[in-house]
């Protein structure tokens, strides 16, 4: 429809400048948008504000010489000039109606734009270290990530979602000399006990959590097993139950094989083979999420030589010293020279040691992503704040200054009952995002993680969240989509196994018919749903564009919303002692089904389902 009322007002001012209304010119944006009134139409252009210059004329006076040669058009119903110079457009019932049967013939397509034109980006997100399994903050850059992408996709855009596996670095010894030492004390305790491999695991576990329950450790001997786990790695050691049930599974499997190995031996082993486990556990925990990715990039294969010797570092290295970006200093540490672009200090990439620093990852990552894509978000936490800058400024000496963006995300709050959910770092205690879906379910996850802005933080009650009644938004959504259904198989007189078995788009088509009669929806709640349902494509393009997926919570519920509201004042089937008009209830039966598919399109934008039956 902008387009049709785009054409007019084009039309229009050509007519005016050729009847000497107004001076030449040549307007390249004409500004429409609609307005969040529906008092002040349908669709209003600001084109009299953007071209009262090029005029010379004030933006009213512009206006209503382009409305005075408007011409006559059956879509719309009236055209009012209002303040200093926007042009209303009102349209005609039939008009403002007809995105319910755009809506049925598009289906799953309504709403796709041209906006990414094709454009291939790549969405780096979650990205947590191999060493543990995800939390609910990795979950909500899951449902951030993902989300963004299906609506990008949506946008026109060619999205690539990408994990970094930092499996390259201090920590995965860590992880390793943990694993290796709760093995250790499997054994020491079958051994001791006389128990098998199950009773030993209990007697860790339980072990763990005295540690866990003595906050201000005054029952040490309540614990001293995990108290001698954490003496001897120093205190810098992953100790979540997690590592003993990896420790457990070696044992299983190679029984005491390991216990006369040398320490760097069943270190190595037991870092490599448990990384793999982790990373399958991890790759099954996104899936479950509804969250899966094209690439799972290794950062050690920024590594690895080619036939030339060389590594993916060596090359982004040498592209920067090539452009004269680098530098040693006096000790023989290699800098980045950041500070020209902004940055507060030039960066080291290899120590004085040789040893190459975490931002060396950075840059020959950032680096090999631009061999590969047009453009580059990464979603962080809020704490990466700090890192932003250099590795921006690597992107722009590289030769990408406008290519690199980041999404940060604020943290969650974990409740539940409006209590919060104690979680210790140090005691190694945390609620995993696998045990949240498990309570939760996915749908009701992503969709409360990904109804907030990124930059703000989310409150996440688990026990509201499970609520269902219409105090949870995606309950209520949800519940909108069910009635719908329902609504519709009444009308095709099919049971709910029948449904299942012809698909909802069929028993639509049933409940429906064909050559339905859209200008007979002229009650104003049947005129607020179809002016809801036409928002959907010009939300998509602003949330593809602002990277703010969220949007399209507060969307399906204000449609929910207005579902209901006609709902209530409009009789769509009829009933005993009610009759009613049937081409009236085939047109509003037309429009249950357009508001069931647009719910469904705008909850798979976010990764949640819309279910047939509640």
């Not at 004390?185 to 540690?211: H, K, N, P, T």
């Not at 023989?332 to 950041?338: I, K, P, V, Y």
């Not at 009644?469 to 329902?486: F, G, K, L, M």
């Not at 049933?510 to 339905?516: D, F, K, P, T």
Request: charged share 25%; proline share 3%.
């Amino acid at each position: 429809m902008p387009e049709k009322i785009e054409e007019l007002v084009r039309a229009a001012i050509a007519a005016a400048q050729e009847a000497g209304d107004l001076p030449g010119f040549e307007v390249a944006e004409l500004g429409f948008e609609r307005p969040a009134d529906s008092a002040n139409g349908d669709w209003s252009s600001t084109v009299a504000l953007r071209s009262a210059k090029l005029a010379r004329r004030a933006p009213r006076q512009v206006a209503e010489a382009i409305v005075a040669h408007l011409a006559e058009d059956p879509t719309v119903e009236r055209v009012e000039v209002a303040g200093p110079g926007f042009i209303n457009f009102y349209l005609a019932t039939a008009s403002a109606n007809e995105v319910i049967r755009t809506v049925r013939e598009q289906g799953a397509d309504f709403a796709r734009s041209t906006l990414g034109a094709g454009q291939k980006v790549q969405v780096e997100f979650v990205s947590a270290n191999p060493v543990g399994p995800l939390h609910i903050g990795h979950g909500r850059w899951a449902a951030l990530g993902d989300s963004l992408c299906r609506v990008m996709e949506h946008a026109g855009y060619d999205v690539e979602r990408e994990y970094y596996i930092n499996d390259h670095g201090s920590q995965m010894d860590v992880f390793g000399r943990s694993v290796s030492k709760r093995y250790e004390q499997l054994l020491e305790v079958m051994g001791e006990r006389g128990c098998d491999l199950d009773a030993a695991r209990g007697v860790l576990l339980a072990d763990r959590e005295a540690f866990v329950a003595d906050e201000n450790d005054e029952r040490p001997q309540t614990h001293p097993l995990t108290d001698a786990f954490n003496e001897a790695l120093g205190g810098n050691a992953y100790g979540g139950d997690y590592i003993v049930d990896i420790a457990c599974r070696f044992a299983r499997e190679d029984g005491e094989k390991w216990a006369d190995a040398s320490e760097d031996e069943r270190v190595a082993e037991f870092r490599e083979r448990g990384y793999l486990w982790m990373l399958d556990s991890i790759r099954t925990t996104c899936h479950e999420a509804r969250c899966d990715f094209d690439v799972w990039f290794s950062e050690r294969s920024l590594y690895v030589k080619d036939e030339t010797g060389t590594s993916a570092v060596d090359r982004a290295l040498a592209a920067l010293d090539g452009l004269g970006h680098l530098y040693h200093d006096e000790a023989g540490a290699l800098w980045f020279r950041s500070t020209t672009f902004g940055d507060d200090k030039d960066r080291v990439l290899i120590k004085t040691n040789g040893e190459y620093t975490y931002f060396a990852s950075d840059v020959a990552y950032h680096w090999d992503k631009f061999q590969r894509v047009d453009h580059v978000i990464d979603i962080w936490g809020a704490d990466h704040h700090g890192y932003i800058q250099r590795v921006q400024s690597a992107c722009e000496a590289l030769g990408y200054p406008t290519q690199f963006e980041v999404l940060l995300g604020q943290l969650v709050n974990l409740l539940r009952d409006g209590q919060p959910v104690r979680m210790s770092k140090r005691k190694g205690t945390m609620v995993t995002f696998d045990e949240l879906l498990e309570e939760v379910g996915a749908d009701a996850t992503r969709y409360t993680l990904i109804s907030k802005s990124s930059n703000q933080m989310i409150d996440f009650d688990i026990e509201r969240v499970k609520r269902q009644d219409n105090t949870n938004p995606v309950y209520y959504v949800q519940y909108a989509h069910a009635r719908i259904c329902s609504i519709l198989r009444r009308g095709a007189g099919v049971t709910l196994e029948e449904a299942r078995e012809l698909g909802m788009d069929e028993v639509a088509a049933r409940a429906v018919g064909e050559g339905y009669d859209l200008s007979l929806l002229t009650d104003p709640a049947e005129a607020a749903l179809a002016r809801k349902l036409s928002e959907l494509p010009g939300l998509v393009e602003s949330c593809a564009r602002d990277r703010a997926p969220f949007r399209l919570t507060h969307y399906a519920e204000e449609l929910a919303g207005e579902f209901h509201s006609f709902y209530t004042v409009c009789q769509v089937l009829p009933g005993t002692g009610r009759p009613l008009d049937e081409g009236l209830s085939h047109a509003r039966l037309a429009a249950c089904d357009a508001c069931r598919r647009v719910l469904a399109l705008t909850l798979g934008l976010i990764g949640v389902s819309a279910p047939q039956s509640m």
